[in-house]
């Protein structure tokens, strides 16, 4: 009997907070449907959650280290934006509010949510550097970033302030991932898109099938962070399957060739079957989940060839 009894605690304690992580969620879109339902899953798990964001939709900026400000809101870098909603995107701070600080929108100030006027890397960064060590007295076990408003598949991910986010901080040695999904999530007007719950209760069983393999070490291996993609179809019952970043894109981007200047596309050919574990082609019908090597480094074969290859100009 008291043998149950013991067996009974101990796998209870297995499935309470104590087994909880330190959470910073960030992301490249700011205050989103998306990323409010995400906290509030994260929480419901008894998880302890910091939220790090860009003050303004900062899509495409990948890796980059830019303050748009450093004293107060103002319309600089990102002044349509700005302007057009008087401060932070769906009102998480005003225009003149301190370039760095806690949302003041109702109903989010209760200290868990910040921003900062800069690039989506700049507020990873204020998260892991000053919240963390704030709340926590040193680093999270994990950085989700996203999810964001659009799949990151193919190539592109390069360009991704949603996957520079994650490159960023597991290049710090925090395990990383990357979470986007479908354009269906968004709800700027009520922040309650219900695809956005879908989405955040599917990332808590990525976290806990994760958690349930680490023991209590590391979510990921050093020099791994993950890019998950779920489909628009996205639901309760989605299924999950492998992939890899591939050949297969998405998105074929280029640049116009006449004004309006900027971006133009067209859309891919069809996948070939060698092309059938590529994200760009998984994240269609089930949620794609792809390793990603952090930063440039190469494998050693590689690094092999290279010193091979260039021998005779090394040994000069």
Request: glycine content about 10%; overall charge neutral.
């Amino acid at each position: 009997m008291n043998y149950r009894m013991l067996t009974g605690a101990a796998l209870a304690l297995a499935a309470s907070p104590a087994f909880a992580l330190n959470i910073l969620l960030t992301n490249d879109d700011g205050l989103t449907s998306n990323l409010k339902a995400l906290y509030d899953e994260l929480r419901a798990a008894g998880h302890s959650v910091i939220v790090s964001v860009p003050c303004s939709g900062q899509s495409g900026r990948s890796a980059a280290i830019v303050m748009y400000s450093t004293t107060t809101i103002v319309a600089d870098n990102d002044k349509t934006q700005i302007e057009a909603e008087g401060g932070c995107h769906n009102g998480a701070a005003v225009t003149g509010a301190p370039a760095v600080g806690a949302f003041t929108k109702t109903g989010f100030t209760g200290g868990d949510y910040n921003y900062v006027h800069g690039t989506p890397v700049m507020a990873t960064m204020y998260g892991l550097d000053v919240l963390s060590a704030a709340r926590w007295g040193k680093g999270p076990d994990l950085v989700l970033s996203g999810p964001n408003e659009g799949q990151n598949v193919g190539k592109v991910v390069i360009n991704s302030g949603t996957i520079g986010n994650a490159q960023f901080a597991a290049g710090r040695g925090v395990p990383a991932i990357a979470l986007s999904a479908g354009t269906n999530t968004i709800d700027n007007a009520a922040l309650a898109n219900p695809n956005s719950r879908l989405v955040a209760q599917q990332t808590l069983k990525l976290i806990a099938a994760l958690q349930a393999k680490a023991g209590g070490t590391a979510l990921l291996p050093a020099g791994v962070a993950l890019n998950v993609n779920f489909p628009d179809s996205v639901s309760a019952s989605s299924s999950w399957a492998f992939s890899r970043i591939g050949t297969y894109d998405t998105y074929a981007l280029k640049f116009s060739s006449a004004a309006p200047w900027g971006l133009s596309g067209s859309l891919p050919p069809a996948a070939t079957s060698e092309q059938a574990e590529d994200e760009a082609v998984v994240y269609k019908t089930r949620i794609a989940v792809t390793a990603m090597q952090v930063g440039f480094d190469h494998r050693p074969a590689a690094q092999q060839w290279l010193r091979l290859r260039l021998r005779d100009l090394f040994s000069k």
